[in-house]
């Protein structure tokens, strides 16, 4: 199982990514997909997840900025990031629990600065 994350940069608050998860080695379709990150100092944190049948669960710190989705053809989870705030610089990460085992890909870097 690979997981790539994608699409992380330097953005100016109140500005917008929208983050890509390539998944590979899996059947794509029929799994919870989830965002994580952990900012400099601080612990991994959950952000998001989106389960098979497209129901979505978010933390609290990012509900209404933040929006997870899916598309299975491309096995791709993506997250796109509103409203962005400096507290939200972090690394983002995404996740798969595949056979009682998690996989992580390499994250992507966010940083949020004027």
């Known amino acids: 199982v690979q997981l790539q994350a994608s699409g992380g940069g330097l953005v100016q608050p109140g500005g917008s990514l929208r983050l890509s998860c390539a998944v590979a080695g899996l059947n794509f379709r029929l799994y919870t997909l989830e965002w994580y990150r952990q900012a400099p100092g601080l612990q991994r944190e959950f952000v998001a997840h989106?389960?098979?049948?497209?129901?979505?669960n978010y933390a609290d710190s990012v509900k209404g900025r933040f929006t997870i989705s899916r598309d299975n053809v491309k096995r791709t989870v993506f997250l796109q990031i509103d409203s962005l705030k400096p507290e939200d610089t972090a690394v983002y990460y995404c996740?798969?629990?595949?056979?009682?085992?998690?996989?992580w890909g390499r994250g992507t870097l966010v940083t949020v600065s004027s």
């Open positions: 989106i389960t098979s049948d497209h129901s979505t």
């Open positions: 996740k798969v629990m595949y056979r009682d085992r998690n996989y």
